[in-house]
């Protein structure tokens, strides 16, 4: 296929909106194009400010659309592009690497594209990772299997060593998978491409099953667990009411964010207290959890509990603080203690409970997607591959109030997304299990 031939098939894609090719990427990612009400609340700006600028400039600030473009940079047939996977696993990795290839491939016609081995290891010859040849034979059947084929890993490499390989191997665009610690690497790896005055792209496809992303509505993976994390409740719940006086627990990732375990909670309203990291609670005091449990148990006879595993971390400040490979804080097992805490509180009562405990996350996090979250990682992956080919760089592909768009590296890294305590989802939580005096006492 000629790159003529290509330029048109793109044209014809969709409606191009803006063309920022990488030799101007001094523009930046940020435009004036859009003025909806829509991406005025996208941007998270005060309103009166918004009235202000849209009195004084006529316009407001606003997310580029995402999208294929009239002009791309970069010749096909001479491109090469890499793909990484980093962090944690998250359901839809493999939907991803298949999209960005096929896309590449079949829409493109790009030729070279490499899967880097072991996130960020992958860059660095002393691991001797090999790239791997993401040809359409390889990618067509991997969103079938879970985890991600390329591997990942934590832990920080070193900036130069990363920018010597792109370069050695004379890569055009770096497409990023991970969470909020691949995109403070990919923020690093952009800055060092401008300082050397490369000519290369990165793009981030923002990853994690904690949802906890910022300017990102939903995360990829995140309604697989959602799905996943019901099942895990719905077996609970037939456990605890299996038996008199029966408690199911369960543990649900989520680092600083409690979005899997309030989602989660809301699709069958098994759950009848719900811990997240956003609320404080006390566990002892005549207001606090135990006692409401136990009011809860002599009343109905079970219950069931959703902790998400950022919670409650206040109760093992006693405990020395450790860090993962990539510095991210490796949190105290909430679960194990709420379920210990529990059993104590009901000996003493001479209550006999049956606790059944569960901590599905690993399971959750390394199944394949289901068919919404393929749906999903497909337009990512797409989108991910026209900014690139486009010659955008330093932004991250999001879907943010209902349209796909490029959001900075800059206006998202070092930011995360809460559960907000007035917001819909936690007060529906709230509803859904009669909780409010718990956390209100
Ligand atoms: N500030 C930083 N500067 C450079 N590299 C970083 C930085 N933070 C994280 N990284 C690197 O980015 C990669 C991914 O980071 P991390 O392990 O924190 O996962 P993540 O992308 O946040 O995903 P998850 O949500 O699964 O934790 C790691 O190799 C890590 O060392
Ligand atoms: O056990 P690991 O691999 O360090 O990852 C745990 C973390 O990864 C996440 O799943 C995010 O990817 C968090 O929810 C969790 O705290």
Not at 43 to 56: F, H, S
Not at 93 to 103: P, T
Not at 213 to 242: M, Q, W, Y
Request: glycine content about 10%; hydrophobic content about 40%; proline content about 4%.
């Amino acid at each position: 296929m000629k790159t003529t031939d290509i330029i048109t098939r793109i044209q014809t894609l969709g409606d191009a909106a803006i063309d920022s090719p990488l030799a101007s990427r001094s523009q930046g990612g940020y435009t004036q194009n859009f003025v909806s009400d829509d991406r005025r609340i996208a941007y998270n700006v005060d309103p009166e400010k918004l009235a202000a600028d849209l009195k004084t400039h006529g316009t407001v600030p606003g997310f580029e659309s995402a999208g294929p473009r009239k002009k791309i940079y970069f010749d096909p047939s001479k491109l090469k592009c890499a793909i990484v996977t980093c962090g944690g696993l998250c359901p839809g990795l493999n939907d991803i690497i298949r999209s960005v290839a096929l896309e590449l491939h079949h829409c493109y016609g790009v030729r070279h594209i490499y899967g880097m081995k072991y996130g960020l290891q992958g860059f660095i010859p002393q691991y001797g990772h090999d790239t791997v040849d993401l040809t359409p034979d390889y990618v067509s059947q991997i969103m079938d299997m879970g985890g991600t084929v390329l591997g990942s890993s934590r832990g920080t490499q070193d900036m130069d060593d990363i920018l010597d390989c792109l370069e050695r191997m004379s890569i055009g665009i770096l497409f990023m998978v991970g969470g909020d610690g691949t995109l403070m690497a990919a923020k690093k790896i952009t800055d060092k491409i401008k300082e050397r005055n490369l000519k290369i792209s990165v793009i981030v496809i923002p990853k994690t099953i904690d949802n906890d992303i910022f300017l990102v509505s939903r995360s990829f993976g995140f309604d697989t667990a959602v799905d996943i994390s019901t099942n895990a409740i719905k077996g609970a719940h037939n456990e605890a009411a299996g038996y008199p006086f029966g408690i199911g627990l369960i543990k649900l990732m989520g680092r600083h964010s409690g979005f899997l375990a309030a989602t989660a909670a809301l699709a069958q309203q098994d759950a009848n207290f719900v811990l997240i990291p956003e609320i404080d609670i006390d566990l002892y005091g005549p207001s606090g959890f135990l006692t409401a449990l136990e009011t809860r148990i002599t009343q109905r006879k079970h219950a069931v509990i959703v902790v998400a595993e950022g919670a409650g971390q206040k109760f093992f400040t006693d405990q020395a603080t450790e860090y993962d490979p990539s510095g991210n804080i490796r949190l105290k097992d909430i679960g194990v203690f709420i379920k210990n805490e529990i059993t104590q509180w009901f000996n003493e009562k001479q209550i006999p409970v049956t606790l059944k405990y569960i901590d599905p996350s690993y399971m959750i996090r390394s199944l394949p997607a289901n068919a919404n979250d393929s749906v999903y990682c497909g337009f990512l992956g797409r989108n991910a591959v026209h900014a690139g080919m486009a010659g955008k760089t330093g932004l991250l592909i999001s879907h943010w109030n209902n349209h796909y768009v490029h959001i900075p590296m800059e206006a998202s890294a070092g930011k995360r997304k809460q559960v907000d305590p007035h917001g819909r989802l936690w007060q529906s939580v709230l509803e859904a299990t009669g909780q409010g005096s718990l956390v209100n006492g």
